[in-house]
């Protein structure tokens, strides 16, 4: 049986880029979500990949950059990135983005 009830507690923190840190909280092929703890002005670099991506702010304030525009995203905000777009964020305000990935990462977990 999958695991179906996910405690914080038991995951532990990674730390892929200064200023950020994350825990993959659940997984499997099809779907991915993420918790990323961001200090501020730590910079999540522009990048695209081919998941869909939807991502709400759970805290703090994020610069969005979505295929070259930009908007200002507050706790209760949330953005979606269609496949291959380029996007980023910068943290005005440090803060936690939950991330929804279709299909998984694979880059992120060893599946």
Known sequence: MEKVFIEDKDISWEFP?????????????????VK?????????????????QISHVESGVFEV????????????DAFYVPSDLVHGVVCLEAGVLIDVF??????FVNL
Do not use: C, W
């Open 17 to 33: 880029d200064p200023g950020i840190r994350r825990k993959v909280m659940a997984h499997n092929d099809q779907l991915m979500l």
């Open 36 to 52: 990323v703890d961001f200090e501020q002005g730590a910079v999540g670099t522009l990048h695209h990949h081919y998941h869909t």
């Open 65 to 76: 950059e979505i295929d070259g525009q930009k908007k200002i995203l507050r706790a209760g």
């Open 102 to 107: 279709n299909p998984s990462r694979k880059d």
